[in-house]
Structures are given as C-alpha cells and as structure tokens.
C-alpha cells in the first residue's frame, strides 16, 4: 500500500474542486451560469462559491479529495495519488513537448467472456457490428463485470493499455473513466496506411458513428486516424489563453507527420466554442477542417438519422 507524507495529504487535501477540474480535468468542466459550473459527467453536480454539491444524489463538499472519494467512489488512497499525481505536473501548455504523464497505474475493470451485451448496445447506436466485432478483436472495447457495460480502451506508443472510458449500456448516463486512466491516451482507431491527417471526435461513441458512415458510404474508414478527446473539450474564457486537448497534443508529438485536423464536435454551443478555440490556438502549419454532423447534435445522432434508428426514444433518460 502506498505511504504519503502528512504534508502531502495535506496538500491533497486544500484542492477544491474548481482548481482540479480546470488545471487537470478541462474537459469535465462545464460553464453553467455567471459563476457556477457543473460537470459533463454529472450535470446536476454544481460547482460555485468554492463549494460543489450534487443535487441528485444530496451530496456535497468542497474539495477534490471529497469528490474523488464521495462521488467517483475512489478510495482515500487512490484519491489522495490521483490529485498528488496530477498536480506534481503542470498543466500541459500549447503544443509544447509533453511532459513525462504520471505513472499511476490504470486498473482496468474486470473484463466478461461474453460481448453480447455491448454488441448490442453499440448496435442499437447504429454502431457497423464488423468494425464492434474488430475493435474486441484488437482489444480497443470489452464487456466488463459485474455490470456488463462496454469499456474504450486507449494504448501507449508500447501497446499498453493507459486509458479505459466505461459507458453504460442501459438507459442510464453512466459515465467514468477507469482508475489511473490519462486522457493523453484515449481511444482511437489508428489508420492502417500512411496519411496526414487525423480526424477529432468529443467521444468513442461518436468516433465509431462516423466510421459506421463512412463505410456506408463505401469508403476506406480503417485508412483514417480516429481519436477520441474522451469528453467534451473546454477552452479557456480568453480563447488565445486556451490549451490543446492533452490527446491531441499528445498525438501531435507522436506522429510528427500530421497536417490536416478534422473537428467533428457537436453542434451545440460547447462544440462550436470548442471548434473555434482549437482553430485559433493550434500552429498555423496545420490546416484545420470543421466539419461538424449534418443532422442532429453529435455524429451518433446523424448515424441513427441515417438509418432511421429511434434511439432516443428508446433511452430518453440517457441524454
């Protein structure tokens, strides 16, 4: 079992919430109203005043360690490495060469024998069931246990898993990042030819929409670079102050050749400031594409438009 310091839990435990959210986590944290925040995970989670307090389930506190522990059921332990681990690394700052990411180990959840659960929630998204059965095949996605939800697993340059996003497969938002995950490895599909261009997604879900699409179309989707930000990107107030996504920024600096960025966020405010931010911040010798979904807000939305598929009706309490 880890040992700390008390000076270090003690300095685990003067981080509020805000402070974490917004140096280490941008992408979980949500502009609300003058003054408050909420998370993209939980969106009746609010944030103001130096406090938080989770409405739906009548919690609250006000530092990270509480809501590490309280609300992402973290033991104090894990808690404590996870705020010490981020903050002994600045935050990244614009394509610059990324720090050393922090070692804590990512514990995957427990891995089930079977897939039919999440083949066929991925189905019921419109999801292509040959590129599901390939990414179980590759190892990218599995079913996990106890609860059967599906698993987006993200690979270092060595083919070791760094990042795991659990999503539900019921009609609830579950959402949450698997312990010790680092969003500077979150999923993706990796071209099977050389190219120069990288395609961005806000989600895995949304990533494999647009490879669904693309193979209706009859096109080569296996020959693009699909990643994932594993959530919703959230720049700064001052656009020009704003950081590039730890996935991307790390992609960058992995593959040196890349220079053409697709944006494909949402179609609502948060993917349009995203997409404005990242087109005024990332180095001019990239040439960066908007090229948001036709229909709907996300490009899960467009795919089950395009095949008539009533997914929200069926899951209405999911979004």
Not at 21 to 31: D, G, S, T
Not at 108 to 117: A, E, F
Not at 140 to 155: A, M, Q, S, W
Request: aromatic share 12%; hydrophobic share 30%; charged share 30%.
């Amino acid at each position: 079992m880890a040992y700390y310091q008390p000076e270090e839990i003690q300095r685990a435990k003067e981080m509020d919430l805000y402070t974490y959210l917004k140096n280490y986590e941008p992408e979980e944290l949500v502009y609300f109203s003058r003054g408050t925040y909420m998370t993209r995970t939980h969106d009746s989670l609010k944030i103001s005043n130096g406090m938080w307090y989770w409405f739906s389930r009548g919690i609250g506190g006000k530092t990270a360690l509480e809501y590490l522990i309280k609300v992402r059921d973290y033991t104090f332990i894990q808690a404590v490495e996870t705020i010490l681990g981020y903050s002994n690394v600045k935050p990244p700052t614009m394509y610059q060469q990324p720090k050393k990411v922090q070692n804590i180990r990512l514990i995957l959840p427990k891995r089930s024998k079977s897939t039919d659960k999440i083949i066929s929630y991925l189905s019921s998204r419109g999801i292509d069931k040959d590129i599901i059965n390939e990414c179980i095949d590759n190892r990218l996605i599995y079913e996990d246990l106890p609860n059967h939800n599906v698993v987006f697993v993200g690979y270092d340059k060595n083919n070791v898993p760094r990042y795991a996003g659990i999503r539900g497969t019921n009609s609830s938002r579950y959402m949450k990042d698997a312990y010790g995950s680092h969003k500077a490895f979150s999923f993706k599909l990796e071209s099977t030819e050389k190219t120069d261009s990288v395609h961005l997604f806000e989600s895995a879900i949304d990533l494999l929409s647009y490879a669904t699409l693309k193979k209706m179309e009859n096109k080569e989707w296996y020959n693009d670079n699909l990643l994932s930000l594993a959530g919703v990107y959230q720049p700064a107030k001052k656009i020009d102050e704003s950081k590039i996504p730890l996935a991307l920024n790390y992609y960058l600096n992995q593959n040196q050749d890349i220079e053409k960025i697709y944006l494909h966020f949402d179609n609502d405010s948060a993917g349009r400031i995203a997409t404005m931010a990242l087109k005024t911040i990332l180095p001019k010798k990239y040439e960066v594409i908007d090229d948001p979904p036709l229909i709907g807000k996300d490009f899960n939305d467009f795919l089950c438009a395009k095949k008539g598929i009533n997914y929200k009706k069926r899951y209405e309490k999911e979004r």
